[in-house]
Structure formats: C-alpha cells, structure tokens
Nanobody, 121 residues
Framework: QVQLVESGGGLVQAGGSLRLSCAASGRTNYAMGWFRQAPGKEREFVSAINLSGSRTDYLDSVKGRFTISRDNAKNTVYMQMNSLKPEDTAVYYC????????????????WGQGTQVTVSS
C-alpha cells in the first residue's frame, strides 16, 4: 500500500504559477497522477507519469501549461502549473496505481486528501 499527501495549493491570480507536490510513503513503485474536481463537476484526469518518468500524459486543456515530474529518491511527484486560469480552480488530488490504464481512468485504489487551488480573475 501507499500513502499520499499533497501540498502546494493556494490562491493565485490568473496568469500565475503554483507547484503541487505529492509525497508518497509505504510502497512507492507506482505510476502517479493528478486529478481535479471543481464544485458541481466530476473529477477529471489532469496528468500522469510512469515510474521511470519516461512517459507522461496530460489533459488537453493543460498541455503546454502544466508539467508533471517525479523525484524517486524523495518519493515525490510534482506538478508545475503555469499560466493558471480561473477554470483551473479545483481540489487537486494525487493518485497512484500499478497499471497505467487504471491510473488515467481514475480507478486507482490510492488517493491523497486533496489540495485546493483557487485562481482569481
């Protein structure tokens, strides 16, 4: 099993940047990803990275603005978010899974508690 703890959320103006972190403990050899859920909307996939860091995937609307990375020595996954927009406002969740397809479909068994990102216009 793995335990996930997110950090780095906050309030930022449109056009600003934030970096989210997800620290993993326990078993850590998982593909990792980020999801988000805005009020009144379903949770959606944002980004994912495989164990080695050689494969990434992104939601179309964040491509070119968000970058996922990982430091396996620190058991931490990051998501750098630049050029933030008000529509990026959501609770962001970290997830982990052994299988890539399970991860990006949001079917992971392991989730963090979430961190709030609010982008003001």
């Amino acid at each position: 099993q793995v335990q996930l703890v997110e950090s780095g959320g906050g309030l930022v103006q449109a056009g600003g940047s934030l970096r989210l972190s997800c620290a993993a403990s326990g078993r850590t050899n998982y593909a990792m990803g980020w999801f988000r859920q805005a009020p009144g909307k379903e949770r959606e996939f944002v980004s994912a990275i495989n164990l080695s860091g050689s494969r990434t995937d992104y939601l179309d609307s964040v491509k070119g603005r968000f970058t996922i990375s990982r430091d396996n020595a620190k058991n931490t996954v990051y998501m750098q978010m630049n050029s933030l927009k008000p529509e990026d406002t959501a609770v962001y969740y970290c997830a982990a899974a052994s299988l890539w397809t399970v991860l990006i479909k949001g079917q992971s068994a392991y989730w963090g508690q979430g961190t709030q990102v609010t982008v003001s216009s």
